[in-house]
């Protein structure tokens, strides 16, 4: 690619204009979905017509060699593809809805084989290369998190996390990757672990997962407390969270364990990551220790609870009493 300064200045002009266009419509699409009016959705139907050029006209950029130097460009044309992509998966119905690889099969539908099998080389040489702009690593990770598992390789986790250090403004969206790459399980899950463990950004990744344990909606909780979980229960995380992370989780079990009482495979997960926080951390032992066990021993008492949950509870009791 040549730099900046040997480009011709009517292909950067060209480019330009294109990386323009593509804001506005990315613009547009965000402004249709927060307005859900019946015109935005059926502007909506519209971009996601397979008979509509606009998808297409998006990969083309994209795989054009002639614009491989322009990485504003890139960015947004990337965005504004995972972006289409979101929108196609919500509204497929039928057996291909329950398909993890959803998000593929909508790409070569509204594209084509020739088109995806082009293009997917390319986004995940973007998202894997250490010499590409992290910006459009970031975006390029988050389209094929869109597209499932068969395009998320597992060995993007250790660029996923790295990402966590160069870009933290958009740890946000980082989390989501990493939330998917847990959830497809078997070699993806192994390799987010891994990293998780091993490179710095792990740390800061655990840092958001707290976030979303602590705020989001009930679904994304617990998935996200199953990363937290797994990270823990691996050898070498003792030193993951930050002190003051640990309590802070030790205070949101505390809370949500009894809050549970009457969800039992919710229960479970918080159970197990307290299981996996008081086996590795010190603080997570010492933290608000005597209110901890005074829980656990009310839940295992509580004639109202499950035999699961009653189990569960005095293995962690007797678990913690024994801890130093």
Not at 188 to 213: F, H, K, M, N, T
Request: hydrophobic share 45%; proline share 5%; glycine share 4%.
């Amino acid at each position: 690619t040549p730099p900046p300064s040997a480009m011709d200045p009517q292909l950067e002009a060209k480019a330009g204009q294109k990386c323009e266009a593509v804001q506005q419509m990315i613009r547009r699409i965000e402004r249709a979905l927060s307005n859900n009016a019946e015109e935005d959705k059926q502007w909506l139907r519209n971009i996601i017509n397979p008979n509509d050029a606009c998808l297409s006209t998006l990969v083309k950029i994209l795989i054009e060699p002639k614009y491989k130097g322009f990485v504003g460009l890139r960015c947004v044309v990337l965005r504004a593809i995972q972006l289409i992509l979101r929108i196609a998966v919500l509204m497929v119905n039928g057996p291909h809805a329950l398909d993890n690889n959803v998000g593929l099969w909508c790409l070569v539908h509204l594209v084509g084989d020739e088109l995806t099998c082009k293009v997917l080389p390319v986004v995940a040489h973007v998202a894997e290369c250490d010499q590409c702009e992290p910006l459009a690593a970031c975006n390029a990770l988050m389209m094929l998190a869109e597209l499932g598992p068969e395009a998320l390789a597992a060995n993007l986790a250790p660029r996923l996390v790295d990402l966590f250090v160069r870009l933290p403004d958009r740890a946000d969206e980082l989390v989501e990757v990493a939330l998917r790459f847990h959830a497809h399980g078997g070699d993806q899950r192994l390799e987010l672990l891994d990293a998780a463990i091993s490179r710095p950004g792990g740390s800061l990744l655990c840092e958001v997962l707290l976030q979303v344990v602590n705020r989001a909606d009930v679904k994304r909780r617990l998935r996200a407390l199953k990363v937290l979980t797994g990270c823990l229960s691996r050898p070498g995380s003792e030193r993951l969270l930050y002190t003051n992370d640990v309590r802070v989780l030790v205070e949101i079990l505390l809370r949500e364990l009894p809050n549970h009482a009457d969800k039992e495979q919710a229960f479970i997960c918080y159970a197990d990551c307290l299981k996996a926080l008081a086996s590795r951390c010190e603080e997570a032992r010492k933290h608000r220790r005597s209110d901890v066990l005074q829980v656990l021993h009310d839940l295992q008492e509580d004639e109202h609870g499950t035999p699961i949950i009653q189990d569960q509870c005095a293995a962690l009791y007797a678990a913690m009493t024994a801890a130093k």
